[in-house]
């Protein structure tokens, strides 16, 4: 018997982040994975880079390193990066872009401040996610999607108040350019005062949003949630409800993520996520052994 869902969904856990260095160096808020989300299927991790501001030289980057099983999202808010891989894939991610990587049966890739940025500083800001691959798309050959923001489909709602980035999924009526192999809602949210949104989302899905900053309300039931903040959502709904407060100093921003769950077993080593072990020493095995190839120019 199928149930049948009316109204919006209750949150079901608020995750405060704090910021923390993490490898390379980098400030980072990591709402998962943590001990006790190890992750959000179908999602392997969220990192909100920065906001930090960095002085001449002092930018620091993610040198050579491999990915295999799943996607690198990277959105970026301010700052310029540099991108290479052992694909011979280059390129620019600015304020506004999104890089989609599906890493598949693999690529060693860098992620770097853009060189002209390095030596002036600046400010950086943005974030990566990890998106799991479903077992049959693991080892699919990797795939770039660079969408400048130029690109990245925006729609704004009639009383002006809600704007909306649509970096995967749909909203208010506008579809991503971006494709992603299972089913996934990417959407940034700038919610003004006296604003709020019902945005649809299929019960099947699991759903979060992270505040970037500002201050709401979320779900049925109007939980308060304010910056950094990682807000889960129950099954319990058919959409999810946000809303900002008309006395509210500044507008709500926030990333709304969701996606199938996949189901299936998650055994993760560093920067290799598969379905069993066997699939982890071969990805090692094949990345010593040189056949993920490396980068060349
Ligand atoms: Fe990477």
């Known amino acids: 018997m199928s149930q049948i869902l009316t109204g919006s969904r209750s949150v079901s856990k608020v995750v405060n982040t704090?910021?923390?260095?993490e490898g390379g160096g980098f400030l980072v808020r990591r709402p998962f994975p943590t001990q006790t989300m190890l992750d959000f299927d179908p999602f392997l991790l969220l990192d909100h880079l920065g906001p930090v501001h960095y002085g001449p030289n002092e930018a620091i980057g993610a040198p050579?390193?491999?990915?295999?099983?799943?996607e690198t999202v990277t959105y970026l808010l301010d700052g310029t990066w540099q991108h290479k891989d052992s694909k011979g894939n280059s390129g620019l991610i600015g304020p506004g872009d999104v890089q989609w990587m599906t890493a598949g049966s693999g690529v060693i890739h860098s992620e770097m401040p853009e060189d002209e940025f390095f030596k002036t500083g600046?400010?950086?800001?943005g974030f990566q996610l990890w998106v799991n691959l479903p077992k049959v798309d693991k080892m699919m050959?990797?795939?770039?999607?660079?969408?400048?923001?130029?690109?990245?489909p925006e729609a704004v709602t009639e009383e002006g108040l809600v704007k909306v980035r649509v970096i995967a999924g749909e909203a208010l009526g506008v579809k991503a350019v971006i494709d992603t192999r299972t089913p996934i809602f990417y959407l940034h949210y700038t919610i003004q005062p006296g604003g709020s949104i019902a945005q649809p989302v299929p019960a099947n899905y699991n759903a979060f949003v992270y505040v970037i900053d500002g201050q709401g309300l979320a779900g049925k039931e109007e939980r308060r949630i304010k910056e950094s903040q990682m807000v889960a959502f129950a099954q319990d709904g058919e959409d999810i409800a946000l809303a900002v407060t008309a006395d509210a100093k500044a507008p709500l921003n926030v990333l709304l993520i969701a996606g199938v769950p996949l189901k299936e077993q998650v055994v993760r080593y560093g920067p290799f996520v598969m379905n069993t072990e066997a699939e982890i020493y071969q990805a090692i095995r094949d990345f010593n052994s040189g056949r993920f190839g490396e980068i060349d120019f």
């Open 18 to 21: 704090v910021q923390q260095r």
């Open 122 to 125: 600046g400010l950086m800001h």
């Open 141 to 152: 050959r990797p795939r770039y999607q660079d969408i400048p923001a130029t690109q990245i």
């Open 64 to 70: 050579d390193h491999p990915h295999r099983g799943f």
